[in-house]
């Protein structure tokens, strides 16, 4: 069982992990700090890169490739980029020290886009994988 919901499992766990770490408040004292300019915008892009990344494999995995890639796609960069969005206002709601960013969505948007392209390129046929049977 485990191992027929692999992708999605490791994607629902991908969304706990970003949806933890953008809302969780950390002291400045308790983490490393790398002097890296603007390394967050690089660390919102991995996030949705994987998200988009997992979120396909999901895809293709619940729907055993009935579904075809580009609507596949189409529908999980509209969910990372809208969850993306979510949780910026969350952050500016729900949070005391965390501020919304515009910059975080685009990082996050352009995350989601860049992994769409990795997708495609996966099951391209350039590849071994194939996503329809």
């Given amino acids: 069982m485990l191992k027929k919901y692999f992708f999605t499992i490791v994607f629902i ?3 706990v992990f970003i949806t933890l770490l953008s809302l969780f408040s950390f002291e400045e004292e308790s983490i490393p700090s790398i002097a890296i300019p603007h ?10 890169f994987g998200f988009t990344v997992l979120g396909c494999l ?5 729907d055993r490739r009935s579904i075809p890639l580009g ?8 969910y990372a980029v809208v969850y993306g969005i979510v949780i910026e ?7 005391i020290d ?3 960013d515009l910059l975080d969505v ?10 769409s392209f990795a997708v495609k390129y996966m ?10 049977k």
Avoid: C, M
């Fill in 13 to 15: 766990s991908w969304v």
């Fill in 39 to 48: 390394f967050d915008k690089l660390v919102h892009f991995t996030f949705y």
């Fill in 58 to 62: 999901s895809f293709r995995e619940i």
């Fill in 71 to 78: 609507k596949a796609l189409v529908k999980i960069i509209i």
């Fill in 89 to 95: 206002v969350l952050q500016g709601v729900a949070t």
């Fill in 98 to 100: 965390r501020d919304p």
């Fill in 106 to 115: 685009l990082a996050n948007s352009s995350g989601a886009l860049f992994g």
């Fill in 123 to 132: 099951f391209s046929g350039k590849t071994s994988l194939k996503w329809l």
